[in-house]
Nanobody
Framework: QVQLVESGGGLVQAGGSLRLSCVVS????????MGWFRQAPGKERDFVAAIFWSGASTFYADSAKGRFTISRDNAKNTVYLQMNSLKPEDTAVYYC????????????????WGQGTQVTVSS
């Protein structure tokens, strides 16, 4: 059974940085396209970033471009989201997700989800 476990969330001041991690267990990690989504209170879950199994291709929401970087370490079965220049509007629960396909933008593209990690950015 596939499990995704996120960590690295917390409280940070505006302009600060956090690095989220997501460890995958239970299946061959290299088969996966991995993505990060976030959900703020009262809002829908939105796409943030995605990365193909090779790491050669990455994709970002407009809100993340230039500030967030997604990466993966297949040897550690881990995907990361480095978040810099954080803003209060980045406050949300961040979810890691995985799929065997090359589709990456929609929630419905993903088969496996983590439990989420809270990121709170104070002004």
């Amino acid at each position: 059974q596939v499990q995704l476990v996120e960590s690295g969330g917390g409280l940070v001041q505006a302009g600060g940085s956090l690095r989220l991690s997501c460890v995958v267990s239970g299946r061959t990690f290299n088969w996966y396209t991995m993505g990060w989504f976030r959900q703020a209170p009262g809002k829908e879950r939105d796409f943030v970033a995605a990365i193909f199994w090779s790491g050669a291709s990455t994709f970002y929401a407009d809100s993340a471009k230039g500030r967030f970087t997604i990466s993966r370490d297949n040897a550690k079965n881990t995907v990361y989201l480095q978040m810099n220049s954080l803003k209060p509007e980045d406050t949300a629960v961040y979810y890691c997700a995985g799929t065997y396909t090359s589709s990456w933008r929609a929630q419905t593209d993903y088969d496996y989800w983590g439990q989420g990690t809270q990121v709170t950015v104070s002004s």
